[in-house]
């Protein structure tokens, strides 16, 4: 009996080796060591030659001296740079698309995606018309395998702020790393701010400029007094009628508090300084996303405390410089170049900022485009804090991202090369200690070069029909081509395709009298193009291209 007992005990010894080890199991003996590598900590000097260890997810040490774990998978890092893991500051990633919306039809549809029209996705039971629905939270809806996070995490972003797509109030962000099977997997912090954009509603109130700011007025005021009203009655209710329950003032009430910082979209000079009189009148935690004129109310900005979440979408070129074009207006010219500058002054004004993506069209431009800040004025050094520790205060996770130190989320960027340098490439990316496939970019299928042709595009703008003639010339997933037509000639520029059939590009349209840049977005299918049209100053839109002619 005793030698069955042994058996037995060593069957079962065995037998908990041979079983499968599970994911969480796994990630809890998952220790990793970057030795050799210079290694830039943000939060002290750099380290020309150092050691990081990475151990169940968290930076476990960092220095030049740090010895190696037994247990680590060792990374040489001779020639790499390790710095902490990028932050795009404000995104709409692991969001679904919005899909494009059908004619018009009843309730001022006019064919929008998004807001305006159709109307922004809604909570449920809510007092107020999509648009004006601060309670809703984009926690609910992230989607993880996103696609174009795996091209964020290609340029070496690690953790994004996601908001909500559109909309007067919004909703409320979440602060998500790039990596994980579930949204609970993504999320680092949820809710982290209130979002607030300036484009009025198609086809309900507020329609104009002027409603949307006393329509944030009224609600802020309404939710000052729903508060009030609740705390009375939560302390003595004998008596009282009851308030009803009402979500949207609710979800504002740690706005109005102070409690919960607010996101204002705004670019241009007149925007940011509205926004700011707003937030001194209600007293707000305010943060400026976009920022393009930023640099104009520098002095405010730092007199009220408020950062901005800087967009590296610059203004570029999108006709051909030849000699035949007509010159571009001064203006024109000059914002360009001023677009350049704004992070360079910003930073000597001593205003707090980190960059974001701007619905970059080709994210490869993300740091080609900060680079042309440096090159304008902003130090490298605070080029790369605008791309860690700076978002990570502003958004309030500075004690978990932002910098290499022990103890902090072990999401990390490693290159080969200084990070903006033209020539340098990510070589590696750990994501919550854990490292992850950096995938070349999908190309088209090489000879399948099915866009190639003459397109009449039929745009729905500003619930009218417009069309103009867009002829494109591809090779793999390169995309050239030009436009013309009553709104316009000129060529194309940003512009890509993927062997999923997307196809992206921008070009100037004279829309409303005014040259402004569209970007275009849409998905080949049935020797169609769809999606949705995005102009900078004006409503978006959709647009529906069908093939009229074939390449020479």
Known sequence: MPNVRLIVLFFALVSSFLLPITSAQRSAIDTYAITNARIVTVSGPAIDRGTVVVRNGLIAAVGASVSTPPDARVIDGTGLTVYPGLIDSYTNLALPEPAPSPSPGGGGGGGFFAAPPPRPVGGPNSTQLPGLQPEVMVEDV???????????????????????????????????????????????RSPVAMHVGFTPLRGAYPGSLMGVFATLRQMMLDAQRYRDSVKIYERNPRGVRRPEVDRSLAALVPVVDGQMPVVMLANSEREISRALDLAAEFKLRLIIAGGREANRLAERLVKQNVPVLLSLNLPRRTTPAVPEADPEPLRVLRDRVEAQQTAGKLARAGVRFGFQSGSLTNMSDLLVNASRTIENGLQPVDAVRAFTIWPAQILGVENQLGSIEPGKIANLTVTRGDLFDRNSRVAHVFIDGRPVDLRPPERAVPGRNILSGQWTVNLNLDQADRTITLTLQQEGDRLTGSISGPLGAGEISNASTSSTGEVRFTVALNVEGQTKEATFTGRFENNQIRGNVAIVGSAPGTFTATRSGQPN
């Open 142 to 188: 992230i989607r993880p395998g996103d696609t174009d996070i795996e091209t964020s995490r290609n340029v070496g972003i690690t953790t994004a702020l996601t908001s909500p797509r559109s909309g007067i109030w919004m909703g409320q962000s979440a602060l998500i790393n790039l990596a994980g099977d579930t949204p609970q997997q993504m999320i680092v």
